[in-house]
């Protein structure tokens, strides 16, 4: 071994011990780091496990919240409860609850459309009598024709123009073997608060959520009723077919029109004497027959902006108002024999009642369907004349102990009815003395 390798040996051997001796000096501090680290990672895993432990306690309670039993909330616009549950023989009543109030309810109704199936036909269409003051609407559709279905109402004596502004809506129960029928009646109305919707007896109301609202539907065999909410109106469908759960659907869906649909106004209204039918023994079976006759209004023009009804400028001689009923707004919201703006008044030998209606109404009265003939069970009925008043058509008919007198202006038809002793000419003087009048009633009046 040469001298330089023994030093490089040397050298080596010095560098080794000094190396352990450096890495036995760190010792210490090396295991202190690590145990800091350690504590470290504990404290995190710990943080960690609350964490964890906290996250699945509010899970839990989360869950738990969800699927306990909770009341049902309550719509927050107008909706129907029950209010008459169903005994035997009785039928189901609700209520429109959160309904809108009478102040609220802007007139005119929103008009929306039923789109019939294929092969009815509309026989009536609450577009033609609409006004800026509609409160209710009713649209009826038949698979007979519009002809058919008025001839085949009166041969059967089922009402055209029965009460509460019923013409051609009733279904009437009298049914011929040789007519096969079905008929759609779509009502509308404002959802006002406390007003009430009754389904026919048999039927059992379906409570069936829709959109927003609730929809109650069934049938009783016969017809299925349809009854349901949207936005401040109050819908119904009737009819004679029977409807499962997908066709009502359909129907209140895919079958209506919610875009609102404006009047049919024509230029001005025209009396008109209704076609005849011979009846005989409808009511009175073996009895003497007679023949109905309907007398009416028709038309719908668009109303002014300042509305007076016709009324006496002073109570006739010996004859002070009684009553007055109705406002602009009950008036000529929806034409009506019996319920447009009436003035009455008392005398020590009569009574005087004045109606006036807008648009296309029954006249006359509900007697005047049958007053045409010889006799019925023995009591001869007078014709129906064709009268003027102030250069305007009018009817007049004498019924006993009254006197009725119709008669049509621009916008208005106007009837005066005299209980007593008057004659043809009298009752046409007192006609001409009405002049359009403004009344006092308030909106809010409309109705009582």
Not at 27 to 35: A, F, G, H, M
Not at 78 to 95: C, D, F, H, V
Not at 240 to 245: G, H, R
Not at 277 to 296: D, K, L, T, V
Request: charge should be negative; charged fraction near 20%; glycine fraction near 8%.
């Amino acid at each position: 071994m040469t001298v330089f390798q023994g030093l490089a040996t040397k050298h080596n051997c010095d560098e080794k011990q000094e190396v352990k001796k450096m890495t036995i000096q760190t010792s210490p501090l090396r295991e202190q780091i690590l145990q800091k680290r350690k504590k470290r990672n504990r404290k995190i895993l710990l943080f960690l496990l609350m964490g964890a432990v906290f996250l699945a306690a509010v899970i839990t309670a989360v869950v738990l919240l969800v699927n306990q039993p909770k009341p049902e909330q309550q719509p927050t616009g107008p909706w129907l409860k029950e209010i008459r549950p169903t005994q035997a023989g009785g039928a189901y009543s609700y209520q429109v609850t959160g309904g809108i109030t009478a102040e609220q309810a802007q007139c005119p109704l929103p008009c929306y459309t039923f789109i019939p199936p294929a092969g009815y036909t509309q026989v009536l269409n609450a577009q033609e009598d609409a006004n800026a003051l509609s409160y209710h609407y009713t649209d009826l559709y038949s698979t007979l024709g519009k002809e058919d279905f008025v001839r085949w109402d009166c041969e059967n004596f089922a009402s055209i123009w029965g009460e509460d502004y019923q013409h051609w809506v009733e279904f009437g129960n009298v049914r011929s073997e040789e007519v096969q029928e079905d008929r759609i009646r779509f009502e509308q109305q404002f959802a006002m608060d406390g007003v009430t919707v009754d389904f026919e007896a048999g039927v059992t109301p379906t409570r069936w959520k829709l959109g927003d609202s609730t929809l109650y539907y069934g049938s009783n065999g016969e017809i299925t009723q349809i009854v349901w909410i949207y936005e401040n109106s109050l819908l119904s469908l009737t009819t004679t077919q029977i409807l499962d759960q997908g066709a009502v659907l359909d129907w209140v869906t895919n079958q209506m029109d919610y875009t609102q649909a404006q009047p049919i106004y024509t230029s001005s209204l025209t009396l008109v004497r209704g076609e005849s039918f011979q009846e005989y023994n409808a009511r009175n079976p073996g009895g003497e027959g007679y023949y109905i006759q309907s007398f009416r209004a028709e038309g719908n023009p668009k109303l002014p902006e300042d509305i007076a009804p016709y009324d006496f400028a002073v109570p006739p001689e010996g004859f002070s108002q009684t009553t007055q009923s109705g406002s602009e707004e009950e008036v000529f919201r929806t034409p009506d024999a019996l319920k447009g703006y009436t003035t009455r008044y008392r005398g020590e030998n009569g009574r005087i009642q004045i109606y006036n209606h807008a648009g296309s109404t029954p006249v006359l009265g509900l007697d005047s369907m049958a007053i045409q003939g010889e006799s019925f069970n023995g009591v001869a009925y007078q014709p129906v004349e064709d009268v003027t008043v102030n250069g305007q058509p009018g009817f007049y008919y004498q019924d006993g102990n009254t006197s009725k007198l119709a008669w049509i202006t621009d916008y208005l038809t106007v009837e005066l009815y005299y209980e007593g002793q008057i004659t043809k000419e009298e009752l046409l003087a007192l006609g001409e003395s009405l002049v359009p009048k403004p009344t006092e009633a308030q909106p809010d009046e409309a109705g009582q």
